[in-house]
């Protein structure tokens, strides 16, 4: 970044005439016009890696009569003309758009020339900054499309009446796609930033000053990402005078014109007191700009693949038409189409390169990633003000929180806005996406100039890495130089600037290889590290005496005890192909590496440790006994977990971390983890005694002495279960996960003993001797292949199935109850075949495509039942049924009233719902007053709303959009409110009397919620608000404002419990002024004084 470079290398050592004439343009020339140009380039970042980008260049010269008195710097050509030839090439390398510095006071016009791939529209917004004739936001329709006719609760003896529409889910808005007039591919607009945003009777003023974020405003997600933002700076800009520019003699100082001194907010603290005089329009002597941003190189690759062939953003990445979509290609006529490249899921964007001013930091060139200015003098007329103004830009999808080590940020303004009272003081600044931030730093000074120091500055939210390799990303440093090396020509600058960075700051960047010491397992096979991880500045590694081939990028050498090979980055590979014999002593081997070119180089030492003491470990047995290492009752099958596995109690003496193996011959009917869990299944029939030879060894590889364990499988209670369709009373497969606890609640053998209870002592609770909810697990299992997870895969590996076990297998206790609980396998098919409607209307849902598929569309819910001790020493039957799902949604209904008799706690016959109360549903953990969330979405991921609006008795005189509006107008709404509960409105004229339009004033039901129970909350609408009521809830549960309301699934629009049916829950309100109106009413006494009496 030479911003300050830039425009001081083009002047004249006579400085005298250019700024006259620089003042002359500003004046007379109050529009600055910037040309840019949107095209396709590419970026090699310094691990080597070429990525696609998009960026805004410009053919514009970087100072002249079109910017009227502003600049471009760092401004990328869209052209170059090669050696030798007269025609210019498109310019294929990225870099930011060039930072755009106007002066406070003029307008600007942005000239946008789109060149990217056809089919691509673009546009440019600056965020912060006011005006643009952007136009109106170009759109997309909503990519979701509901069902012409569907249900909100699915009725189980019929379909949607006829005449009637069902319930419709209100459609979505179009979406916005760019938030500026789109220049179409080929195609010029042109942006003018020409309102006149200055107070009345002020100087006119166009643009905010400041600095800001300009980027593309179509797709942000994608184009952003892509390269295509810059910087601009709205500012009365410093004047300079160079004198001996290019040689020794150089020295840079500020003008003695009378304008010289730069005004970064004019007109800010100027009447702040005495404190802030200092501050007064926000001087500064010089300014740096570090532009932040991120490349993810997989997303760039994917979104100009798509471009480039012309793919519409609005398919979806998962598409079937989708090469990334990990699907079939579609069939047309029996032939498989070709695949297209598709734009991708902005969600997974995931950057691995962290740039600043476009570029990422490589140790062996510094410079990239620095802003040098000089050790700046004062003039006779103007002196300095010790402030330099880092202007920062988060271009960003990321948060950065950029620091200047050993300079503290006084932060002007965040987003063009100056910072009200006095400036805070921080080492570090949040800056989220898209945020911009002007802070004053203040580095050391002599009475007449800058004193030379460089200051690094980096990322504390680390984005320190270059595709996850160290010592890259977003750091570098403020070079303040001398003259002589800021005014060197191009190029001499980068090496004139690292040789300034190098010797101030030195600590920093001396590169320093430091010995590597590792230690390996006396069993190791191979092992991996990096070198570099310990040093500094060093880079371009290889093995000391041996030359790397022409372009390769590892250099190996044979050691006494394997092969390794080192890469350039500083990560190796120890191959291990004659491990050294175990014994007391260690061994190792050693190699020597070195970097920057022969100049930096260290001792790797790899060290086999000794072999210590062998580990020990004790029999294990596993029966169904207090006393077992892990008591089971299942006849066919134990699962033992790592904690009470066969590691339990091992120990070893050199404290390494142990594995278990079996030992000898494996038998067949059991598996060993390393963890020591195990599965066993019985050797021999139930009941049977079983044992298994077992060893732990360490991480060096030593064994200890075998030992056995002993696994007992008593036999099982042969407890039946059937499965049935609650429904038609079918028989279901076989195919279930059970669990079988034991059934305390009040089936307990002994009460008034377990617990005791004891004569003259009070009891926490008498009900626990009789009653208890705790319900201790016995055994649980699968028994089928969609309960058990056969063929199933993790990632792309298959994964293990469970062990099939059936109830019969548990051993039961005859002289207790149980509880056995089921879960259908197929009680996910409706999840994994997204399907949404009624089994009971649609059952052939339940049935798969064949005898062996597995692709049924609905399933069962889970159930269960209790299990009484047996009858003659036989378990009677466990007959299960489960309901079909997907089950019904619950629904609520809500009626808000005024309470004109609040003690009661009801809604009475003369009270009148309340029209305009806004609804919230929270759930709830367990009990009122504790909410985990706000309910916001129903069960098809629709936005909640009340479903009576526009039903006669409820008028939808909420919906802003006229009825005759198209759902496919971009100023749609839907007939409903969306994402917000209103209750039906009151009547306008009597809303203590209702005409029957009005007749369901108060009340709101929202549909297609889970069956649960909630919190039901109610407050006043933002119209009550605006027009100034007062409203006390006066309904209340236990003193929260929150009352409970129960809903189960297919729960119908009214609640009934015991008695007449009613509303899930009511609450009540009252207004101070109402009942002041209603006591003057009762206490009006007549004209004639007195009282009245009936006679």
Known sequence: MRSLIDRLTSKSACVCAVT??????????????VNLTAQRMS?????????????????????????????????????????GSTTPVPNNVWAPGPTIVVPVGNKLRINLTNSLPAGTPTSLVILGQIGGSAGKPTRDAAPIVHPAVTTTTWPANAAVPAGSAGFVPPQQAARARAFAQEAAPGGTVSYTWDTNIAAAGAKATYLKPGTYLYETGSHPSMQAPMGLYGVLVVTYAPLYEVEGAGTQEAEIHLSNDPRAEGKAFPGAYRNAGPALASLADVPYDMDAVLLLSEIDAVQNAAVDAAAVAGTRETIRWNDQQCAQSQKAAPVVNGVAQAQIPCYPAAVNYAPTYFLVNGKSYDQSNPSGTSVAMPDLKGSDYNALSGNVLVRMVNAGLRTHVPSVVGQPLQLIAEDGNVAPGMPKMQNEVNMPAGKTIDALVHPAKNATSYVDAVFAFFDRALGLTTANET???????????????????????????????????????AAQANPDNYTLAPNATTFSNNVLSNDIGVSNVVIKGVTPAAGATSTTITLAHGTVTLNTNGTFTYTITSAPTPTTSPSSDTFTYCGNAGTACALVTLAFEATGAAPTVSARVYDNTAASAYPSRVSSLIKVPRGAGLLAGAADPGNFPLTARLSGTAPAWVTVNSDGSFTATPCSAAPATCTFQFVVVNSQGTSSAAQTATVVFPAGSGLPVNLLDAQNGMALPNDYGWIIEEDQTWHNPTPGTTPPVVNGTPQPSLATSFFRSHMPVVAAGCTGPLSCGDAQSNGGTVAKAKPRSMPGDVALDPAKWYFISILPGDSANPFIAGYANDPLINPDCLTPSSATANDAKCGHTMSGISVPPPVNGAYQTATIKVEPNPLKPAQLSIFIFEDSNPTNGDPDANEHGLGGFEIAIWDVAGRSGDPIGQVTYDTFNQPLTNALLGTPGCPNVYSPTASATPSTHPSYAGKDLTGVVITCPSDPKDPANPSADYALQGQALVKNLMPGRFDVIAHPGAAREGAGETWYQVSTLE??????????????????????????????????AHIAQQNVIATHVPVGGGAAHES
């Open 20 to 33: 006259m004439l620089l003042a002359s343009l500003a004046s007379a020339q109050t529009v600055t016009t």
């Open 43 to 83: 970026t090699t970042l310094p691990d080597g890696a070429i990525v696609p980008m998009w960026g805004f260049c410009t053919n514009d010269p970087t100072q002249g009569a079109a910017l009227g008195g502003g600049t471009l710097d760092n401004a990328n050509v869209c052209s170059r003309t090669s050696a």
């Open 471 to 509: 010592a890259g990303g977003f750091e570098g440093y403020l070079a303040i130089a001398s003259a002589t090396t800021v005014t060197a020509g191009p190029g001499t600058f980068a090496a004139a600037l690292n040789r300034t960075i190098g010797s101030s700051a030195k600590p920093a960047v």
């Open 1039 to 1072: 003193g929260t404002p929150g009352q409970d309301a129960f809903t189960k699934s297919g729960e119908p629009p009214y609640f009934q419990e015991f008695g007449p049916p009613g509303f899930h829950t009511f609450i009540g309100f009252v207004n101070p």
